[in-house]
């Protein structure tokens, strides 16, 4: 994932681009002649001086489907740079945009090729290669493992690739399981790191959780109703603190 921004010093000239699946956010805000931009929106709610005020419509959109679209921001001059996307903004201020990956044309190619014969496994091939290409980095990597069928799958080719790598997954108080309304999958976590011999680290939810709702309010920077994000918090809280990636 990447979000960037050149500078060129020789044309005056500034160019944006993010991440093919907009994994990391970018988000611009103009304001006369100038373009401000940031990967977390609060910066530039705190450069404006608080001035911006909050978009309705996309208040509406997180309500209906549980978070802000790419095409809407929660605030109204604010705005997101599009996944696969990129902004040159000239010296004069003129800003040209285009787009250098676009998941529908990758998606029609794919399927394609796959159609066609020509690569019967080209599915699995991707995946692995995806796989390998993320356990690139200069820290050390780690899986997050939900025991489910996607995160044991990315797992266990990761293991392939990286013998002993660690694992991070999310469970919970007995006394407390009954009140949870997503299954415990904790069991079939431990079964898939037993299986390919991963280094599982086991994440127990207590009641304290509502705590960390004001902090994850502050980081969220847009409202996010999906309940999962607060496993998603405490797994790389976690991985964080132990050095992974």
């Not at 696969?84 to 010296?91: I, N, T």
């Not at 996607?150 to 990286?162: E, G, I, N």
């Amino acid at each position: 994932m990447f979000a960037f921004g050149i500078f060129d010093e020789r044309t005056g000239d500034l160019v944006l681009a993010r991440d093919q699946l907009g994994v990391k956010p970018l988000f611009l805000l103009r304001r006369g002649t100038g373009l401000m931009f940031a990967s977390e929106l609060k910066a530039l709610a705190a450069v404006t001086g608080g001035t911006l005020e909050v978009d309705h419509g996309a208040l509406v959109a997180s309500l209906l489907y549980y978070w802000v679209p790419d095409t809407r921001c929660a605030f109204r001059e604010a705005e997101k740079l599009p996944p696969g996307s990129w902004l040159r903004c000239r010296a004069d201020g003129r800003v040209e945009r285009g787009r250098y990956w676009n998941l529908k044309d990758v998606a029609a190619e794919g399927r394609e090729r796959a159609l066609s014969g020509e690569r019967p496994d080209l599915a699995a091939a991707v995946v692995e290669e995806s796989t390998r290409r993320h356990l690139l980095s200069d820290v050390p990597v780690a899986t997050f493992l939900s025991g489910g069928l996607d995160s044991s799958y990315l797992t266990a080719l990761a293991a392939r690739h990286r013998p002993g790598i660690s694992a991070y997954t999310i469970g919970f108080r007995a006394e407390d399981a009954k009140f949870e309304a997503m299954p415990d999958d904790l069991r079939y976590a431990r079964q898939v790191a037993q299986r390919f011999g991963v280094d599982l680290h086991e994440i127990e939810i207590a009641p304290d959780v509502l705590e960390l709702l004001s902090r994850m309010t502050y980081d969220l920077d847009e409202p996010i109703g999906d309940p999962a994000a607060i496993n998603t918090f405490l797994i790389c809280s976690a991985a964080r603190e132990a050095g992974s990636r």
